[in-house]
């Protein structure tokens, strides 16, 4: 593990176990509560991110703790990106400025161009000190959110479209859609197969109905990810094939998305989007609305 520069006295770091997770994700939600009132973490992102092709587990996840107890961490993924949280309990000691240089000496060993980490925008003294160390914007993302009121259309795909749930011989047509799909995003790096089945089919806790597909004459044109939390379903993955778009796919996706957590007694169905997919319009037409805004920091290396 390469071990953080300047680290405060009294705190220790060390590289992450899968055994350390729960305690983790407890410490990151503990960071989210009190800085947004909201939770964001679940045991099973962050066991799919350290499944992700290239993860190293002994060198791209690392956590900070006082005693026993964690209190920061730090985690590279998909080689671009870092994720760092700090408890409120041990903030304006230098473990996030620890953290940062950790994140970009991590980066430059796995010889990534660059690196960075999305910001709520609700934290604008984060976002100051990121700007001050030299990252600057790079992308927006938004939360998007609509409630379930009154009644709620059947999804009504267009015809000879079957929606139906994700089958084992659908795998590798399903990833190359999804992969296709994203590569029309502005400097978006490959995905693996590897990567696709830890993030979707072999996430914890998945099941064959949480993958929806689109169908046409045997050929998977579009699908989406629901996934089933405490208090709604938040659509984690959307695409159409670009050569079947415009033919409310896509509608007829989220359409069933907002009949299943409707379904399950959740008042309403979240997801998230960025600016280098040219989505947001669609979802604001069907009726979602902004709930949270964010912006990525990156720096080049």
């Not at 996840?61 to 961490?73: H, K, P, R, S, T």
């Not at 997801?271 to 979802?283: F, I, K, M, V």
Request: charged share 30%; aromatic share 6%.
């Amino acid at each position: 593990m390469a071990a953080p520069r300047d680290l405060p006295d009294g705190l220790t770091a060390r590289s992450l176990t899968p055994d350390d997770v729960d305690a983790v994700v407890a410490m990151i939600n503990a960071c989210e509560i009190a800085d947004t009132g909201e939770v964001m973490w679940d045991r099973a992102d962050l066991l799919a991110d350290s499944s992700t092709d290239g993860f190293d587990r002994e060198r791209d996840w690392i956590g900070v703790l006082d005693d026993e107890a964690f209190v920061a961490w730090g985690l590279i993924v998909h080689r671009r990106s870092a994720w760092i949280d700090v408890h409120p309990v041990v903030r304006g000691r230098g473990v996030g400025t620890a953290l940062r240089l950790w994140s970009i000496d991590r980066a430059r060993e796995k010889g990534s161009d660059r690196i960075g980490q999305t910001i709520d925008d609700r934290r604008t003294d984060v976002a100051a000190m990121f700007r001050a160390a030299g990252y600057t914007p790079r992308h927006t993302s938004w939360i998007l959110r609509i409630d379930h009121a009154g009644t709620l259309q059947e999804p009504n795909p267009p015809d000879g479209v079957e929606l139906r749930a994700i089958r084992p011989d659908d795998e590798a047509a399903t990833f190359a859609m999804f992969e296709e799909a994203f590569t029309e995003f502005t400097d978006r790096l490959p995905s693996s197969a590897e990567t696709w089945r830890a993030m979707t089919v072999g996430r914890e806790g998945f099941r064959p109905d949480d993958l929806v597909v689109a169908v046409e004459d045997g050929r998977v044109i579009g699908g989406a990810l629901l996934l089933n939390t405490d208090d709604e379903i938040w659509v984690d993955k959307i695409a159409v094939a670009r050569d079947r778009r415009h033919r409310g796919v896509a509608r007829a996706l989220l359409e069933t998305a907002f009949r299943r957590s409707a379904d399950l007694g959740h008042d309403h169905t979240s997801l998230s989007t960025d600016s280098r997919t040219g989505a947001l319009t669609l979802y604001e037409r069907l009726g979602m609305r902004v709930e949270a805004s964010f912006t990525n920091y990156g720096i080049d290396l």
